[in-house]
Nanobody, 128 residues
Framework: QVQPVESGGGLVQAGGSLRLSCAAS????????MGWFRQAPGKEREFVAA????????VYADSVKGRFTISRDNAKNTVYLQMNSLKPEDTAVYYC?????????????????????WGQGNQVTVST
């Protein structure tokens, strides 16, 4: 059982930066990809970014492209989300998610159902 632990959220002014971390313990060797999603009050959970563990292939939502960077440290079993030029509309609870199924079997990074385990969520608040 993989138990991801998130950290790094908080309150920041618009234009500022934050870095989220997602440290996965347990059977991390069985994870093929990791993703970040976010959910604002009254809205559905939406895709932010994803990365594959082995090749480091990345994909981003259009709303964060050029501002956010997803990366991973295989030795530490940790995935990061560096968030720069933050905007008030980035305010949300951010979740990391992991996929234990093979990427060959129709992996769609932006699909909630593509992931098999989730972190507890971390609040990010961007003030004006």
């Amino acid at each position: 059982q993989v138990q991801p632990v998130e950290s790094g959220g908080g309150l920041v002014q618009a234009g500022g930066s934050l870095r989220l971390s997602c440290a996965a313990s347990g059977r991390t060797f069985s994870s093929y990809a990791m993703g970040w999603f976010r959910q604002a009050p009254g809205k559905e959970r939406e895709f932010v970014a994803a990365i594959t563990w082995r090749a480091g292939f990345t994909v981003y939502a259009d709303s964060v492209k050029g501002r956010f960077t997803i990366s991973r440290d295989n030795a530490k079993n940790t995935v990061y989300l560096q968030m720069n030029s933050l905007k008030p509309e980035d305010t949300a609870v951010y979740y990391c998610a992991g996929r234990t199924r093979s990427l060959v079997s129709g992996y769609q990074p932006s699909n909630l159902g593509a992931y098999d385990y989730w972190g507890q969520g971390n609040q990010v608040t961007v003030s004006t």
